[in-house]
């Protein structure tokens, strides 16, 4: 009880601090230049909160009807998935999505560092790297079961990872299963084509180098574009989660009830999500610098739109009410909360780290 109330008040006087001042920022790096140690060291820290047991204090607070019941028989990390599960439709397709993302990278580190001691930066994982040949990518080729991400699932087995440190990471959500992954290079075929116009799109097309380049140096001044570009239903953001099924992809589970939902819910099961969506963070943070007209600037509504495509393309990033630099990132219960403005730059207000 003691060391709870402890870690309370350390919490607290690390958030004041950071508030305070950032002098020394953190740097996150790409993957692959970490050392072996610094690899295995993000893995255990990752692997340990999946062994804590399940915090009383995820209060959902959306409850979406097409996502699975609370399990508190679940662990921490679940506990982490969940409160994205729950939040959903206010942090994808709104205002939300970019700020929300980056201050849930950077809850997740905090989590990682008080709960589980780990010491280095959040990773990134630039995927523009493996575009251009993404299934034969060395990046899915090292199977070291302390310090490898492992590679993909035995289709023979519900795409279950065989190989690396995560082959015995255990999920809850929708249901008991362990980590899959399903490559899948034309993952658009059969939707809305009111919102997917490309149907046959080859997934890695979307997030090459000089898709990259276009987001950063494009988009001058405009908010709502930049994020619509980089959040679409077929771009870069959208199509590494889906080129990677399984998990990230958001594919039920042979485990799941007959009514589980696909979708972008629990895709947070996949470790990769953090690296994934500090390379989404990177974009922006990118994009911030590249211009001081980006810098600090924000616009996006607080209702998902996105029902079809003429109600879409009017509202791709939410509609009214607005959101402002005031509006509140919801926590449920898990973390602090923080306001937009605190997190829209990455070396003032609550946060303080940078981009190699
Ligand atoms: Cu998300």
């Known amino acids: 009880m003691l060391a709870g109330i402890g870690f309370t008040l350390f919490v607290a006087a690390r958030v004041l601090l950071a508030a305070s001042t950032c002098t020394d920022p953190s740097v996150r790096k790409e993957w692959r230049t970490l050392t072996k140690d610094e690899r295995a060291e993000w893995i255990g820290a990752v692997k340990c909160l999946s062994e804590l047991p399940h915090d009383s204090a995820l209060t959902p607070s959306v409850h979406p009807d097409d996502i699975a019941p609370l399990n508190t028989s679940s662990s921490y990390y679940d506990d982490i998935v969940y409160m994205h599960m729950d939040l959903n439709h206010l942090i994808h397709f709104t205002g939300l999505f970019l700020p929300f993302h980056r201050w849930y990278v950077q809850v997740y580190e905090y989590a990682l560092k008080e709960r589980c001691g780990f010491k280095g930066a959040s990773p990134y994982w630039n995927w523009a790297k493996d575009a251009p040949n993404f299934f034969n990518s060395t990046f899915f080729q090292d199977f070291d079961p302390i310090s490898g991400f492992g590679g993909w699932g035995n289709l023979l087995n519900d795409a279950q990872v065989p190989n690396g440190a995560f082959s015995d990471f255990k999920l809850s959500y ?5 980590l899959r992954r399903n490559f899948t290079l034309q993952p658009y075929i059969g939707q809305d084509p009111t919102l997917f116009t490309e149907p046959y799109l080859y997934a890695n097309t979307s997030f090459t180098q000089s898709e990259v380049d276009k987001m950063v140096s494009g988009f001058v001044g405009d908010y709502k574009g930049f994020q619509t570009y980089l959040e679409a239903f077929e771009g870069a953001h959208s199509s590494v989660h889906l080129i990677m099924g399984g998990d990230l992809g958001g594919t039920c589970p042979s485990t799941a009830p007959p009514d589980c939902t696909p979708g972008p819910t629990f895709s947070a099961n996949e470790p990769l999500f953090w690296m994934h969506h500090a390379m989404v963070d990177k974009v922006w ?19 998902q739109m996105i029902d079809n495509g003429t109600i879409y393309n009017k509202y791709p990033n939410g509609g009214p009410p607005m959101l402002s630099l005031d509006s509140v990132i919801p926590a449920d219960g898990m973390f602090q909360e923080s306001t937009i403005e605190a997190v829209i730059n990455t070396t003032t207000g609550l946060l303080c780290y940078i981009y190699d």
């Open 285 to 303: 943070f990118d994009w911030q610098n590249a211009n001081p007209a980006n810098a600090d600037i924000f616009y996006g509504g607080s209702v």
């Open 174 to 178: 929708p249901s008991y299963h362990t």
